[in-house]
């Protein structure tokens, strides 16, 4: 059984907090899209609340994110979760969309490696992702849940989301630079554009 809580924002508030609770994880995230990059994050993995950390101080969003999962199982349902609960609230914060870019993109190095994301806002969940991990474990994070994670998001956010890490030696790097640029892709995509105040980004009208 899951339930799912949404607290209302105002039209120019582009904030919002959501709680997710099922018999595997209970997670609430409150976010700010117009933020500092302040960031609040207990998810019990700590190599996750350190990617985390990165789209909050590198997109400029503030992020809460406390979550209660099964790790004593493994962390799947926990990162999978997180990613569906940070989706819920974006959508919500994000709103109907008028005046924002709607894309974003970004490429990122860190020493060896070298991660390109693409965003679209575009009410279209869609995921590509392309990392060839080096490591199957970072930390107590196993690097397969990357992938769970962005699933979750894009499925509840509405968003297209191409990720491709060119290259890398190092699977820290290599994770490190994909969430950095994801940050910087959203940070873009979400920016209102003074050219196109109050306008939806589509000829098809809406998003």
Known sequence: MTSSALVPSASTDRTAEVSRNTAETRITVRLNLDGTGQASLHTGIGFFDHMLEQIARHGLIDLEVHADGDLHIDGHHTVEDVGITIGQAFARAVGDKKGIRRYGHAYV???EALSRVVIDLSGRPGLVLNIPFTS?????????????FFQGFVNHAGTTLHIDNLRGVNAHHQCETVFKAFARALRAAVERDPRSAGTIPSTKGSL
């Open 136 to 148: 199957g474990m970072i930390g107590g994070f196993d690097t397969q849940l990357t992938h769970e």
């Open 109 to 111: 190095p860190l020493d």
